[in-house]
C-alpha cells in the first residue's frame, strides 16, 4: 500500500508570492491534515478535512488555505509569502478522524521563502 | 501556551541501555495519548499510543506508562539500538468533535543511541 505523497518535495518561493502543496493519502483514508514544522514552533497543526470538509483549524492567519477533493487528495495554499512561512509542511491521513487510528504521515514539502 | 511539553531537547544512551523519553501535558481534558518517531526527511512515524483509561501500554520494545495525577507519560525503550536514534515526539488529540487529526505535539526529544 503506497503511503501519504507529498508533491513537491522542495519548493523555493519569493515574498508575497504564493504556493499550493499537494498531498495524496493513503488509498482508502478519508482524513488529511496539515501540519507547519519551524525549529522555533516545532509542529503546529493547520487544518484538518474529512469528507471534503474542514472539521477543524488551527491559528494561522487567513493567507493560509486549503480544500480536499471527492478523492480525498487535498491541496494547501499560502498566499502573500513572507520570509516566515519557511517550513516544513506535512501532510497526514487517517481512515476515519475519531477513530482512534494513528496519523501516517508523508515526507514533507520543504519551501524556502527568499 | 504548550500543552503538551517536553523538557528534554535531547537524550544519549548507550546500546542495549534503557532509553526514558519524558511528556508532561497540562491539559487535563486529553484522554489519549501518542509517540511518534521522525528520521531526518521524512515525516513522523506513529510509534506507540495510550488511553487515559490505562496506564501502561506495551508494544515489543517499547512501553508507555501514563500517570494521570502527575499529567506525565513517559516512553521506555529497552533494550536501546542505533537504529533508534531519532527525534521522539509526544502528542495528543484536540479531539474537537472527535476528530484526532488535530494533534497537540510536544517539541520532541532527540534520541542518541551510541553503539
Known amino acids: 500500500k503506497a503511503g501519504v505523497t507529498q508533491t513537491p518535495r522542495y519548493l523555493i518561493k519569493t515574498r508575497g508570492q504564493q504556493v499550493t502543496l499537494s498531498c495524496s493519502p493513503i488509498?482508502?483514508?478519508?482524513?488529511v491534515s496539515w501540519y507547519q514544522q519551524t525549529p522555533g514552533q516545532g509542529l503546529q497543526f493547520l487544518f484538518e478535512?474529512?469528507?471534503?470538509?474542514?472539521?477543524n483549524k488551527g491559528n494561522f492567519p487567513g493567507r493560509f488555505s486549503g480544500r480536499q477533493f471527492s478523492n480525498s487528495r487535498s491541496e494547501m495554499n499560502v498566499s502573500t509569502l513572507e520570509l516566515g512561512d519557511s517550513a516544513l509542511y506535512l501532510c497526514?491521513?487517517?481512515?476515519?478522524?475519531?477513530?482512534?487510528?494513528?496519523?501516517?504521515f508523508g515526507n514533507g514539502t520543504r519551501l524556502t521563502v527568499t | 501556551d504548550q500543552q503538551v511539553k517536553q523538557n528534554s531537547p535531547s537524550l544519549s544512551v548507550q546500546e542495549g541501555r534503557i532509553s526514558i523519553l519524558n511528556c508532561d501535558y497540562t491539559?487535563?481534558?486529553?484522554?489519549?495519548f501518542l509517540w511518534y518517531k521522525k528520521y531526518p526527511a521524512e515525516g513522523p512515524t506513529f510509534l506507540i499510543s495510550?488511553?487515559?483509561?490505562?496506564d501502561k501500554n506495551e508494544d515489543g520494545r517499547f512501553t508507555v506508562f501514563l500517570n494521570k495525577s502527575a499529567k506525565h507519560l513517559s516512553l521506555h525503550i529497552v533494550p536501546s539500538q542505533p537504529g533508534d536514534s531519532a527525534v521522539y515526539f509526544c502528542?495528543?488529540?484536540?479531539?474537537?468533535?472527535?476528530?484526532?487529526?488535530?494533534?497537540?505535539f510536544g517539541k520532541g526529544t532527540k534520541l542518541s543511541v551510541k553503539p
Open positions: 495510550i488511553s487515559s483509561i490505562k
Open positions: 478535512y474529512f469528507s471534503e470538509t474542514q472539521r
Open positions: 497526514a491521513s487517517s481512515f476515519n478522524s475519531g477513530d482512534g487510528s494513528p496519523l501516517h
Open positions: 491539559n487535563s481534558m486529553f484522554d489519549y
Open positions: 502528542a495528543a488529540p484536540m479531539g474537537y468533535g472527535g476528530s484526532q487529526g488535530n494533534l497537540i
Open positions: 488509498s482508502g483514508h478519508r482524513s
